[in-house]
Structures are given as C-alpha cells and as structure tokens.
C-alpha cells in the first residue's frame, strides 16, 4: 500500500481525499461540527380541553381515553349511541369530538356534515377527528366529505391517536366552502369539481389551541 505523505498540522483525513478541482470553496474539505438545535418547543397544555367521544364499543373507548389522557384531556363525555351522540353534539361544551363512522350499524357521516354546516350544535369549527374501520372507498369518501379533521383507521394505538391530537393543538388545515362541502383544505388530492379547485382557504378557530393558551372567549375566533 502507498503511503502519502503528511505535512505537518494537515488533517489526515483531508489527506485521504482527492484534490479538490480548481475554484472549489475549501470548506467541502472540512467536516464541521453539528451545532446544538435550540429548545424543543413545549407541548400544548390540553388539560383545560373537553372531549367528546362518541364510541359505540367498550374496548375502543377505552382506547381513546387512553390516548386523550396521555395529552391531558381527562374532562371527557361519552355517546354510545348515535341518538345520544346527535344530542351531545347538539348541547356543545367540548372543544374536541372523536367519532367513529359507523355507530353500532348508524352511519355518523351526516352528523359530522350538518354539525359543520351549522345545521345543530353551537360551533361548526370543534376540532373533530373520525376513526375509520373500513377502506372501502366509497365508505372512506363519504368520511373525508363530512369535514373531519384528520381520519384514523382502526385499529389503531393511543400513541398514534396522541400524536394526531397533538399536532391538530400545534396547527390546524385551513378550511374550504363548496355548495356541498365544509372542512379542512386537502387540495393536494383535489376534491372532484370545478367549485372546490376555485374555493378559497378560509382560516378558522383553534379551539385545542385557544384552550391550551386559556385564552378568553373573545380571543376564541384568532385561534
């Protein structure tokens, strides 16, 4: 093996490299230390937030708690049914709604669709999250129409859910309004028509947020 020579005070390593062409910066030829990132920002304060699930089955309630106690959500309601879940839904009081789409045989897609359009219940833009236990397209369709937040698939882990949770309290998708649709803006798969491809964003409240700065009631809508 050939042996090259060192001068004295080079970096070996720097050595061992081919020679740079002419005109490139000699700073390709260091390795720089990695600097420290600053503090990672603390995580929202959801202990203030009221959750409404709205879960027929036992064992997946239990798993939604779970997932809402790891974030600090311990003020929750429960449905169990869609007549109690409708009624729920209706009086208000929550910030966060976890629902699943089919209630003990009950589709919920239209509960979440006229709870949006303001049909019933005091405020459209709760932050609402739809667990989903079939991919059959035109099943999951009907999901994503109704306007929720985020979908999850069952099965699903409390720490996946936390995680969901967690970022909607950090950062919310700005909504769109079509004649048949009002939710979050997921124009990256466009929605078919030319009514939703010209809607404009529209910025809505937070209310994860807004409960988690303990902000007053009229600060509410800049969320």
Known sequence: MTRHP???GACPAAARRPASPPGESLLL???????PSGPAAPPPNLTRVVALICVAQSERRLLVAKALAAVGIRAVVEATTFTAAREA???GGYQLLILEQDMAGTDSTPLLRDLRQGS????????A???????????????????????????????????RLTALAERRKSFIVTHDY????????PRPGRAAALAPQILVPNPLRARSADWPPERYEQA
Not at 120 to 127: A, L, S, W
Not at 135 to 161: K, M, T, Y
């Open 6 to 8: 060192v001068e004295r």
């Open 29 to 35: 030829m260091i390795d720089l230390p990695a600097f």
């Open 89 to 91: 839904c209706a009086k």
């Open 120 to 127: 019933f219940g005091p405020d459209p833009f709760v932050i």
């Open 129 to 163: 999250v739809m667990l989903l236990a079939t991919r059959d397209e035109r099943r999951v369709r009907a999901a994503i129409n109704s306007g929720p937040d985020d979908l999850v698939l069952v099965p699903f882990s409390s720490a996946q859910l936390s995680g």
């Open 182 to 189: 009002i939710g979050p803006d997921r124009r990256t798969a």
